[in-house]
């Protein structure tokens, strides 16, 4: 076998580079999602938008567009639509139920956070594949609520962007 086949059964593993997307309206309101595979370990759990790069030097922002393209149908671009850097960096752990996705030896995720703030009549398409239900919260409630302390301590940043 020369180098230029790989086999069809080993899918490429996940970049270890993602990014967490704090949906939200000038209200305050958070919408979180529901995985619909849950933590890997059989709970449920609510959760903002997430996703790895495809691809190492692909753009935060193009990474936070298609990702919240395809869990929610919001697209980034619509009018009443701000899709802002927050310019946040989280480091944390790769959950051990979760290291097989990625090389052998990776163990940590870098994650930027942005903001996207949408009208209040922003309409939500979920992914099946992905969640099984959203709802929107006030953002401390929305901030109780979720699965990551990082998703949560992103949530709670939300009124200085809210105030910009």
């Not at 938008?49 to 149908?73: C, H, M, Y």
């Amino acid at each position: 076998m020369n180098g230029m086949n790989a086999p069809c059964s080993n899918p490429p593993y996940k970049i270890a580079q993602s990014v967490l997307v704090v949906i939200y309206t000038a209200a305050g309101q958070v919408l979180l999602l529901q995985r619909t595979h849950g933590d890997g370990l059989g709970g449920m759990f609510w959760q903002s938008v997430t996703g790895s790069k495809d691809f190492e030097s692909e753009p935060w922002l193009q990474v936070a567009a298609r990702e919240v393209w395809e869990e929610t149908g919001i697209d980034v671009h619509a009018l009443g639509c701000q899709l802002h850097d927050w310019e946040l960096e989280n480091i944390y752990p790769i959950y051990p139920q979760w290291l097989h996705r990625y090389a052998p030896g990776v163990c940590m995720n870098t994650e930027r956070v942005l903001g996207l703030q949408v009208p209040s009549y922003a309409q939500v398409t979920l992914n099946p594949r992905e969640h099984t239900a959203f709802a929107w919260h006030a953002w401390r409630e929305a901030a109780d609520r979720c699965y990551a302390p990082s998703n949560a301590e992103a949530i709670l940043h939300l009124p200085a962007f809210l105030s910009a």
